[in-house]
């Protein structure tokens, strides 16, 4: 077993802290590992509170294409912590445990329809390359709306910091389960 790399902040534990993890438990139900280890900074942990929960529940992308984005970031990234802690949100977005499954293996599965793979092709190229050729956005142009694309790549670009701080600080599968 793998232990984080700094301390998780217990809950309670710093006066100074109670009206962050107040407003952290309101919008999350509880705080997961994830804010443990980022309450060590209370202004990063309360930054990094206000962009995921707009990212997560302020945006118009569909919950599944969010939640299969997430999911493939997390194996990209090798974060097993982050992938379950969403499984349980593709399931409420209404992915099939082939689509789950088949962001293991990427845009290439054939579990797809066109979207999701021109999704998972754009979420591949920001992840693994950084830059995304020209080609590939304009077929994203072609689906979506200009406000979605910005949100599609805020979410993209927000999940792959979430997946490289948990794996940074090895916050792992000892705390999977966990929603972060």
Sequence with gaps: MTFARVPLVAEGTDPLLAELERRITAARGRISPLYQALLNSAPIAEGWEALLTAVRTKTSL??????????????????????????????????????????????????????????????????????????????????????????????????NMVSRFLVALRIGMEHAGHAA
Excluded: C, W
């Excluded at 299969?68 to 409420?92: D, G, K, Q, S, T």
């Excluded at 209404?94 to 066109?114: N, Q, V």
């Excluded at 979207?115 to 992840?127: F, G, K």
């Design 62 to 159: 569909r919950a599944d294409l969010r939640e299969l984005v997430i999911l493939r970031i997390a194996v990209l990234n090798r974060a097993p912590y982050e992938f379950e802690a969403h499984v349980p949100h593709a399931h409420r977005a209404g992915l099939a445990e082939a689509k789950i499954d088949g962001t293991k293996i990427g845009p290439t599965s054939s579990t797809y329809d066109e979207l999701e793979h021109v999704v998972l092709a754009y979420t591949d190229a920001m992840t693994r390359h950084v830059d995304v050729p020209d080609d590939l956005f304009e077929r994203l142009a072609q689906r979506f709306d200009v406000m979605t694309i910005v949100e599609l790549t805020a979410t993209i670009a927000a999940y």
